[in-house]
């Protein structure tokens, strides 16, 4: 049984005109897990890399590295999950659990979600009636990380 | 690339670590040259070209001499490497050829042999030469020979195998050169060998690994077979090389791994599934842990083993290569993988005991990193170590849980059991840590032995990890250590500590907007206060849970139950109360006022509805719902009137309050909503506005420090205000989800009252809402009784009806039946009215409540409007409709007529424009609310000017009346009359006005020249006038005795407007005026007469112009004044005349003016003859003839003009100046007083001139033209075009 989780966090540097009494960031944007009883863990483990987010996060921004690599590869190992980052260049963060003893997944096909990820995140931003910032209710996302988990599974 | 530490050379068969070199020959010459030779050998690198492709390394070759025995060749087989000798060197000192015959020939041959039949190339010979032999046999053979014979016997093509040292022992140059040769030689053949050795080796080594599918394939063999070689580079301290056979491996056997769990097992791993026994941690203290290598060569390794043992290697090699912190990073993905492994392979572990070796592993890794790092280099890379700490917190801690030593009754008997399982798993104590104090095992053994021992470990070890994630800013990972030992006090029962902890991680989430953590954390809270006995946080925290939609129906429905229960039980014995924060329990979500401008007069009834969104599951019984109000007393009058109401909140009365849960739920509870007031400032001396401006009155909340900020948890802020004003609302059911609740009240003093404060009270316990954001407020007023009187349209016209609206403002005042406006009246002003006057009385939201007629009844002075009954805040309109009588405008031929004082006042006004004639007409209004009188002004105009003139014809004499329509309006004229308020009989006017059969056919071609008629009164003939337009009236003077000097008439003429019926009669138009000196007393007649013998006149050429002046009259009144002359019965006059011709058509030839005297006497004519010439052809007009009087200079009342003004008013118009002298002469008097002295100074007194009142002098040559037609020789044609 393998079980992956997905999540974005927005660290919402151009939000303050959206919310400008509480300079918030890091809040979830779209979290989906399979199976659902081990949500409550994935919020935790979810919530906790985002340490691990911020530290590379703001080490790329030291290193002045290539802007344009958004994979910030494996976040931290833990014992039965592997957690993966990935940043735009708007900072929002996608960040994806799984299962460590899921072998199948290499670094290349972590990054090829992503990039899937990003691109149907890039859609939903189009959206007009999407307020940026909000929490995603886009049934086009939710089919695709559906996808994208099923055939990981 | 020294190892730092000199005692972990790994030490392997009592040999040392270095290439074996062996020695054959002179061992007693070798000996002597070894210590040289041993230290010569490192000093210089020498660069190793590898195969494959691998890049060359600068290489610092040591070895270990040895002699040679046949034994240490390898046999057929033997793969190791590590005993290989590399190099055989035979030493020789021999320089005999004797000898070298005899016995060094043969052993050298011997030696040979055997390195033939082992297969064995990597040989040489080396020589060694002394001076101090030589001299001894100075008849022997040259030195070379030997090395000759040598080189010749055996090196066969490879005379490089052999070398020569020379004097090793000395210190000469010579010496230095040799050496350098022979180590150069030495080092290359020995990287030769390495080459050439393990390039076999490798290969050797690679064609095992491709059998590794074949049934019988072992990995354990394979493994020591590749470990060989890195023990080799090892040897050539080419640790990266060896680095990389220990991960080949590493990845080989995880491939394996993963392979087996994919199906493909093979047979060999099936031996590493056997199940875990021992669970004693890695070992990294010793370079290699031989124990276990030697579980491996015999293949009796559990996975455990095997990952452990090739852990300790690759530890050992980074720590060489001073990289200890990928040695932790290496370490944690080893611990994670090996859980992995095991549950891949599905290897029975007994409970615990993974967590066993895994926080053994944990610590002796992070041990042996500080072992090899200062403090500074482990607290700067505290990010690499710190998972470490957190794994082993996060098995210590699971260790506890299983062991029974977290609960509070300490372990049972089964969890001592299992704690005496995993304790004989750990084995006994190494050798190597037994000395340690700290050393994992001992602290393992320790934290396991008692509940205390156990609190104390994982407290150090949880601290420990806390601090250093809180010190790289893993601010997230700590507070989730923090919750775990949240956890674990709430299992000591020690609730007040785990608070802490709790409140932090719970900040975070909120922080951050996790919803699940949120709700997680916040049970858990609620647990720990519950514990604590914090009533109040314990009731807030479930007011929250109660609300939280993450939790299910069962779990919300326990929160609020409890909150009720607190309820109802204090309700029995009333204690404290508790306040809590209302955003939990309901959110307002709407208010709504009626009326809806929120304005409400003293006494009014105001409805709010406010719109609760209850969050609880369950509908909750509500004593009371309250809202304080605060109420301030609005210096600012005009914000109470009614007015105001009507100019601002054009809302419909709806507030609607932000939405508490937005996109990020929780957020905006993280911090207050601004609360901002307008402010206005205003001047304490004439109330203007000074400053104005917005100030936000919890700024002391928002900009606080984010850290310092008090917990949500804790409802500090909520405190009840007490005012005097409080909106309730009793016995509420609110239901989960929208609930309206209306709240009346009656207004009772004027003034702003702010809602403030909101609270729900559920019997002990209150909600409360602390502050009304947006401001919410709702006015009171008091208005006194008002009247306002307005003209329906924009300016009121006189002597026609019109239109005044009357408003009434009730205010506080109550119409009763009898109230009534008395109206004095003005004299000049009618109030006219009907039957059908109507009142209609307007609420006080403008809407039309009652209709009542009007009571209208009028007295000599006064005219009383009896009011309709109005409640309070009504309002009463009505119109009447007024008509001022227009007073009689006069005129005169001069101002020294009496006129009337408006018109004086109006004259600057008039003059600027065509402007209407104002009149102001006052009525004083008394109101039955006021003792006082209203004085009411309004302003009528007068619609009509008139103006008049006098036209005359020889003798005959016309009077003309214009009359102009200002006003907007059109009007129907009749009944024009005018009259001679003298009434003297020998007067008459009669009308010349055409007599039109019908009013509308008066309007003849130019509509200036209308001509009104004047017919008897019995038939009317209507006129029409036009807005902006005139109507002229004509009548002539007919007089049949002397004519008196002036005439005073009176003109009047009847008007109404057009658009109506003439129902009322008003009262005529009249206008007074004065005519004077106008009877005709000269006539003055040009004529031109075209030269002698010509018909017509020329250009250019002189005619003559004839002019006659004949006295038409006798003396008269008008002509006695100074220039007459009498003498007995002959009286004549001055006059002067003059030819003036302004168009420049004629040109006057000598004299154009004279002086004459004139008899006055009737018929008396004189004749002037000048010549004037014609400048232009066609029909040219006569120049003008001007007749002045001439009044002499010694008059002696008469006042002079000084020569300035003469000139002055000569060059503007003498008529003019004439004209105003009379008029103006009280005030000239004054100028010419003034200027009495440059007369007399000028000496020159000169004479006057006077023109004739326009009537006195009739030029009956007016308009006449003559034809010039042009003379013969004009070369000039002047065309003109105009």
Avoid at chain 2, 870 to 883: D, G, Q, R, S, T
Avoid at chain 2, 1262 to 1278: A, C, F, R
Wanted: include cysteine.
């Amino acid at each position: 049984m393998r079980k992956k989780n997905k999540n974005k966090n927005n660290k919402n540097l151009n939000a303050s005109w959206l919310k400008p009494y509480s300079l918030l960031q890091n809040y979830p944007l779209y979290i989906r897990s399979i199976p659902a009883e081990q949500e409550l863990k994935f919020h935790y483990t979810v919530h906790t890399s985002l340490d691990v987010v911020d530290e590379k996060v703001s080490a790329m921004g030291k290193a002045l590295v290539d802007q344009r690599e958004l994979y910030l590869g494996l976040l931290y190992p833990t014992e039965d999950y592997k957690v993966y980052g990935y940043v735009t260049n708007s900072k929002v963060k996608f960040v994806m659990v799984v299962d460590s003893s899921n072998t199948a997944l290499r670094d290349n096909e972590i990054r090829s979600m992503f990039r899937k990820l990003h691109n149907s995140y890039t859609d939903v931003m189009c959206n007009p009636f999407y307020n940026p910032g909000d929490r995603i209710h886009s049934r086009a996302f939710d089919n695709m990380v559906t996808s994208m988990m099923v055939q990981v599974c | 690339m020294e190892p730092p530490e000199e005692p972990l050379r790994p030490v392997i068969y009592t040999m040392e670590n270095k290439p074996i070199v062996t020695c054959a020959g002179d061992q007693n010459l070798f000996a002597s040259v070894y210590p040289t030779l041993s230290q010569q050998l490192p000093r210089e690198p020498m660069e190793w070209r590898r195969s494959y492709g691998r890049a060359p390394k600068m290489i610092h070759l040591e070895s270990n001499f040895v002699q040679f025995k046949e034994e240490l060749l390898p046999k057929e087989g033997n793969k190791a490497l590590l005993t290989f000798p590399f190099l055989h060197i035979y030493w020789t000192e021999c320089c005999d050829t004797e000898v070298y015959k005899a016995t060094l020939k043969d052993d050298i041959t011997k030696w040979q042999n055997v390195l033939k039949a082992h297969s064995s190339v990597d040989w040489l010979i080396v020589v060694v030469e002394s001076d101090a032999k030589k001299k001894n046999k100075t008849n022997i053979l040259p030195r070379t020979s030997i090395v000759d014979k040598i080189r010749n016997d055996f090196c066969n093509k490879q005379s490089d195998r052999c070398v020569v040292l020379c004097d090793p022992l000395k210190d000469s140059s010579r010496t230095q050169e040799s050496w350098n040769a022979f180590l150069t030689k030495l080092r290359t053949l020995l990287l030769m060998s390495f080459t050439k050795n393990l390039g076999k080796f490798e290969d050797d080594m690679r064609t095992l690994r491709e059998k590794r599918t074949e049934p019988g394939w072992s990995f354990c063999e394979y493994f020591m077979v590749q470990e060989e070689l890195a023990f080799v580079f090892e040897m050539l301290q080419q640790f990266e090389d060896a680095l990389v056979q220990y991960d080949e491996l590493d990845a080989l056997f995880s491939q394996y791994v993963v392979n087996f769990g994919a199906g493909d097992g093979a047979n060999w791993l099936t031996f590493f599934c056997q199940s875990v026994k021992s669970w004693n941690g890695l070992i990294l203290r010793k370079p290699i842990d031989m124990e276990k290598r030697e579980l491996i060569q015999s293949q009796e390794a559990t996975l455990l083993d095997l990952r452990s043992y090739l852990f300790s290697r690759q530890c050992t090699l980074l720590i060489f290569l001073q990289r200890p912190w990928e040695v932790s990073q290496r370490a944690l993905e080893l611990l994670h993988n090996c859980v992995q492994e095991l549950k891949l392979l599905e290897v029975s572990v007994p409970p615990g005991a993974l967590d066993c070796w895994v926080f053994l592993s944990c610590l002796e890794v992070l041990q042996r990193i500080e072992g090899c790092c200062d403090r500074a280099q482990i607290d700067s890379n505290i990010s690499h170590t710190v998972g470490l700490w957190s794994y082993a917190t996060e098995k210590l801690k699971s260790l506890g849980y299983l062991c029974g030593l977290v609960s509070e009754n300490g372990p049972n008997s089964e969890d001592l059991n299992r704690t005496v399982d995993l304790l004989a798993g750990l084995g006994a104590e190494r050798p190597e840590t037994a000395k340690t104090a700290q050393s994992p095992y001992k602290k393992l053994k320790e934290a396991l032995s008692s509940v205390e021992a156990f609190e104390k470990h994982y407290l150090d070890l949880s601290h420990a990890t806390i601090e250093m994630y809180t010190s790289i800013g893993r601010i997230r990972s700590a507070k989730l250590v923090g919750k775990d030992l949240a956890e674990f006090y709430m299992r000591k029962k020690s609730p007040q500590k785990a608070e802490v902890y709790l409140q932090n991680a719970l900040k975070n989430y909120v922080a951050e907007g996790w919803a699940l953590p949120i709700t997680h954390t916040r049970k858990q809270l609620a647990e720990c206060q519950k514990h604590l006995g914090q009533i109040e946080n314990y009731l807030q925290t479930s007011s929250l849970l109660a609300s939280d939609t993450h939790l299910t129906e069962d779990e919300r429905k326990h929160f609020c139950q409890e909150i009720l229960n607190f309820a109802n039980e204090q309700k029995e014995s009333p204690g404290l109360k508790v306040v809590l924060s209302m955003h939990s329990f309901a959110q307002l979500k709407h208010l709504h006022f009626d009326p809806s401008n929120a304005l409400v007069h003293v006494g009014g009834t105001l409805s709010i509805e406010i719109t609760l969104l209850s969050q609880m599951p369950i509908s909750v019984q509500v004593e009371q719902i309250a809202v304080s109000v605060h109420f301030s007393i609005e210096k600012n009058s005009y914000r109470k009137t009614a007015e105001w109401l009507t100019k601002h909140k054009t809302s419909n009365g709806i507030i609607s309050f932000p939405n508490e849960n937005s996109s990020v739920p929780f957020s905006r509870s993280s911090s207050p909503a601004l609360e901002l007031y307008e402010m206005y400032e205003r001047s304490p001396s004439d109330n203007s506005l000074n400053t104005t401006g917005i100030i936000c009155k919890n700024v002391h909340m928002l900009l606080r420090r984010q850290e310092s900020s008090s917990s949500l948890e804790i409802p500090s802020g909520v405190t009840l205000e007490d005012g005097a004003h409080i909106l309730k609302c009793s016995n509420v059911t609110l239901d989960p989800g929208v609930n309206k609740i209306i709240f009346r009240t009656q207004a009772k003093e004027p003034g702003t009252y702010t809602l403030r404060q909101m609270c729900t009270s559920v019997g002990q316990v209150q909600f409360v809402l602390p502050h009304i954001y947006p401001i919410v407020q709702y006015d009171v007023y008091s208005q006194d009784p008002q009247l306002k009187v307005e003209p329906l349209t924009d300016s009121l016209l006189a002597g026609i009806p019109q239109k005044v609206k009357f408003t009434v403002t009730t205010g506080y005042y109550t119409i009763k039946n009898g109230d009534s406006l008395q109206l004095s009246n003005a004299d000049a002003m009618l109030i006219l009215f009907h039957a059908e006057n109507r009142a209609i009385i307007y609420s006080n939201t403008r809407e039309k409540s009652s209709e009542a007629s009007l009571m209208i009844q009028s007295s000599e002075k006064v005219t009383s409007v009896s009011l309709p009954m109005a409640p309070a805040y009504h309002m009463i309109e009505f119109e009447l409709e007024v008509l001022s009588l227009p007073s009689t405008p006069t005129s005169g031929e001069s101002d020294k007529l009496v006129n009337k004082e408006p018109q004086r006042k109006n004259k600057e006004k008039q003059k600027a424009g065509n402007c209407m004639v104002t009149l102001d007409q006052k009525v004083s209004i008394d109101c039955p609310w006021s003792i006082y009188s209203t004085i009411i002004a309004l302003t009528f105009n007068i619609p009509f000017k008139a103006t008049h003139s006098l036209l005359s014809a020889g003798k005959r004499k016309y009077i003309q009346v214009c009359v102009q329509n200002l006003s907007e309006l059109g009007f129907q004229l009749s009944d024009s009359n005018l009259i001679d308020t003298g009434n003297s009989p020998d007067l008459q006017l009669v009308p010349l006005n055409t007599k039109c059969q019908k009013g509308n056919k008066a309007r003849q071609e130019d509509p200036r020249e209308l001509v009104g008629d004047a017919e008897p009164k019995n038939s009317i003939y209507i006129q029409h006038i036009y807005s902006k337009q005139s109507v002229f009236f004509v009548w002539e003077l007919l007089w049949t005795k002397e004519l008196p000097p002036s005439l005073h008439c009176h003109f009047s003429l009847d008007f109404y407007p057009a658009s109506e019926d003439r129902s009322i009669s008003l009262k005529p138009y009249s206008y007074e005026f004065q005519v004077e000196n106008f009877f005709t007393l000269y006539n003055v007649k040009a004529e031109i007469f075209p030269p002698l013998g010509t018909e017509y006149c020329k250009t250019g050429s002189l005619c003559s112009l004839e002019v006659s002046i004949t006295r038409l009259s006798d003396l008269l009144e008008v002509d006695k004044d100074e220039a007459l002359t009498e003498s007995d019965e002959y009286c004549t006059t001055k006059l002067m005349y003059e030819v003036v011709d302004n168009s420049s058509n004629w040109a006057v030839c000598g004299k154009s003016s004279g002086v004459i005297s004139m008899p006055v006497t009737a018929r008396a004519t004189h004749k002037v003859h000048m010549e004037v010439m014609p400048l232009f052809a066609g029909y040219l007009p006569f120049p003008d003839v001007r007749l002045f009087k001439y009044l002499p200079h010694h008059s002696a009342h008469s006042t002079q003009l000084d020569a300035d003004s003469w000139i002055e008013n000569d060059n503007l118009s003498v008529d003019k100046n004439m004209d105003d002298q009379t008029d103006n002469s009280s005030q000239k008097s004054k100028s010419s007083s003034h200027s009495a002295a440059s007369v007399e100074h000028k000496g020159l007194p000169m004479p006057r001139l006077q023109p004739f009142p326009s009537g006195q002098v009739f030029n009956s040559s007016t308009g006449m033209q003559i034809l010039v037609i042009p003379s013969k020789d004009d070369h000039i044609l002047e065309v003109s075009v105009t």
